[in-house]
């Protein structure tokens, strides 16, 4: 059987892939979407500059890592930061909808988000150990399953499919600026719908919402809202998973009731106050974590579970979220 590589600079490769394990894929979403992300994926070691919605991409600088271990410890906050990277808490946020069917009052979904797995041991633990006595309808996963933004992957598939037998229920997920599209075949293995630009439809009885999901838009620019809405019914209730909540404005405008985003961390470093002191993302501050209104759709911005670059964290303590959807009295 044909092996299929991705090369990366300096002559290394990463994991190897059948063939065929991108094959059903390629038949649902389209072999021009694939081949489209593997062209970017291939070049995205050396991209700092240019690439997706930020000029400058620090993810993807090789020195970004040792430069804030550096600063961390000159001012005497690395051991602390490392310890508040491990506490993950849980959240829960309540919203009240008029277009809510009925049968899906106290629906509950847990969001998980940015779990970089492979850099984030403590916090997985943690994570795996808090979430098997939740209780909730669906989980959703959205994005960042990678510590580093390329190179192998075999490790943050094998801490997800860990954390995979703690979840309970229906699994829906989008890919992240970090992940690579050859991890979906085996996400999609453990149970995980991931969603490229689509729909899946919820059902309780003869009542039924809408989940779509797109493709990450913040590094790869491979997101289609309005292909990921084309199916749902206009007066339908829907939630939109996207990685990055950059494209608040579109998901508005394409009638979604709610989006569930991460890829901020909130700043991940913030000043006391949880004030950010960079968010790698172009959107108002206030869309930065947690929960937040624009126009007539609700919007929430997990700060993730994960840490990217290093293991730290400050005034910005790693989380999970419960969201309960209730009806809304239309009087």
């Not at 994991?15 to 072999?31: E, F, H, K, W, Y």
């Not at 310890?83 to 049968?103: G, K, S």
């Not at 009542?207 to 997101?223: C, E, K, N, Q, T």
């Not at 019914?233 to 996207?242: E, N």
């Amino acid at each position: 059987m044909k092996l299929i590589e991705k090369p990366l600079s300096g002559g290394r490769r990463s994991s190897a892939v059948t063939a065929p394990s991108l094959q059903d894929l390629i038949n649902r979403i389209g072999a021009e979407h694939v081949a489209r992300r593997l062209k970017v994926e291939a070049e995205h070691e050396a991209q700092l500059f240019g690439q997706g919605l930020i000029f400058f991409n620090l993810e993807n600088w090789y020195s970004a890592p040792s430069i804030v271990r550096t600063a961390l410890k000159l001012t005497g906050l690395y051991s602390r930061a490392r310890r508040n990277a491990d506490q993950v808490v849980i959240w829960r946020n309540t919203l009240e909808f008029t277009r809510l069917p009925a049968a899906f009052e106290n629906f509950t979904v847990l969001h998980l988000s940015d779990l970089h797995v492979d850099i984030s041991e403590g916090a997985m633990r943690r994570l795996a150990a808090i979430v098997s006595d939740l209780q909730y309808d669906i989980c959703v996963l959205t994005g960042d399953y990678r510590g580093k933004t390329y190179g192998p992957f075999d490790a943050s598939l094998k801490g997800i499919n860990e954390l995979r037998t703690q979840l309970k229920g229906p699994l829906y997920g989008v890919l992240g600026n970090h992940d690579s599209i050859l991890m979906t075949p085996s996400l999609e293995a453990m149970g995980i719908r991931m969603l490229f630009n689509e729909c899946e439809t919820i059902s309780r009885g003869d009542s039924h919402i809408y989940l779509a999901g797109v493709d990450d838009a913040h590094f790869y620019r491979a997101d289609d809202i309005e292909k990921a809405a084309k199916l749902i019914p206009q007066d339908a209730f829907s939630i939109l998973l996207s990685h990055t909540p950059e494209v608040y404005d579109r998901a508005a405008s394409a009638g979604f009731d709610v989006m569930l985003s991460g890829h901020t961390h909130g700043g991940q470093l913030c000043l006391p106050g949880g004030i950010p002191i960079k968010l790698e993302a172009r959107l108002p501050r206030r869309m930065g974590a947690g929960a937040w209104h624009y126009v007539g759709m609700a919007g929430y911005t997990s700060v993730g579970a994960g840490t990217s670059l290093l293991p730290v964290r400050l005034n910005c303590p790693p989380e999970i979220t419960l969201h309960t959807f209730r009806r809304k009295s239309s009087s």
